[in-house]
């Protein structure tokens, strides 16, 4: 044990028990008195009685905690599997929401709607030596979305709609001989919910040899 005094409470208490005899037989030989040196037996007696409650208390405590703990997950389950009973009652009356309120716990969420379709964008055309023209294009749309591709030749002043991809790219097989030039537009649509038309993207035709997204005029 060390020989100076600790300064940790229970270090200095275990310190104390430690040298208190020794200073009470020989007070006189280390300059001590008998009274002063009883004084502190004293509270060192009593300074141990106190931190044995502290540890009697906290051993307790711990012990009532993990009855709460243990007693509360009981009851939470019990209770959860009372609201489960409580929601498929609710969901087989006539009246699910006069028993929610009556029960006064929230009903069934209803599911969130997807969102329509992000608007896609056109982002490079390949020309076939048959005269087919490929088109790709980036976007992200709910499972089940398709995508709607529609056409406007440097002949037309409105968009012919050609067809539908479920990937991110169309081949237009339709394409008549003698224009210069064709404008493209994509959208997205999944059942009733349809998203914003791609920016029209027109490219030049008669390369044979292909053009990308870069030679869109």
């Known amino acids: 044990m060390g020989t100076n005094l ?33 004084d502190l037996a004293q509270d060192v007696t009593n300074a141990r009685a106190s931190f044995t409650s502290v540890e009697q208390v906290r051993a307790e405590s711990l ?3 993990q009855d709460f ?19 498929a009652f ?23 709607p ?16 048959d005269g087919n023209v490929t088109i790709g294009f980036t976007a992200r749309g709910p499972t089940g ?11 037309q002043t409105a968009y012919t709609f050609l067809g539908q991809s479920d990937g991110k790219e169309y081949t237009d097989t339709t394409l008549p001989t003698g224009v210069t030039t064709a404008t493209y537009i994509v959208k997205g649509v999944r059942g009733q919910l349809s998203g914003l038309s791609s920016p029209p993207t ?8 292909g053009v990308s997204a870069a030679d869109a005029a």
């Open 6 to 38: 600790p300064r940790s409470r229970t270090a200095a208490l275990s310190w104390l028990e430690g040298h208190i005899t020794g200073w009470n037989t020989n007070f006189a030989g280390i300059g001590l008195t008998s009274a002063s040196v009883i």
């Open 63 to 65: 012990a009532t905690t």
């Open 69 to 87: 703990y243990t007693d509360m997950d009981a009851t939470h389950k019990k209770a959860s599997d009372m609201i489960a009973t409580i929601k």
């Open 90 to 112: 609710a969901e087989s009356s006539d009246t699910p929401a006069a028993v929610y309120l009556l029960a006064g716990i929230t009903g069934k969420d209803a599911p969130t």
């Open 114 to 129: 997807a969102a329509a379709p992000e608007t896609p964008a056109i982002t490079s055309a390949q020309i076939a030596a």
């Open 145 to 155: 979305t398709v995508w709607l591709v529609s056409r406007k030749l440097n002949t």
């Open 202 to 209: 027109t490219f030049q035709i008669g390369n044979v040899q």
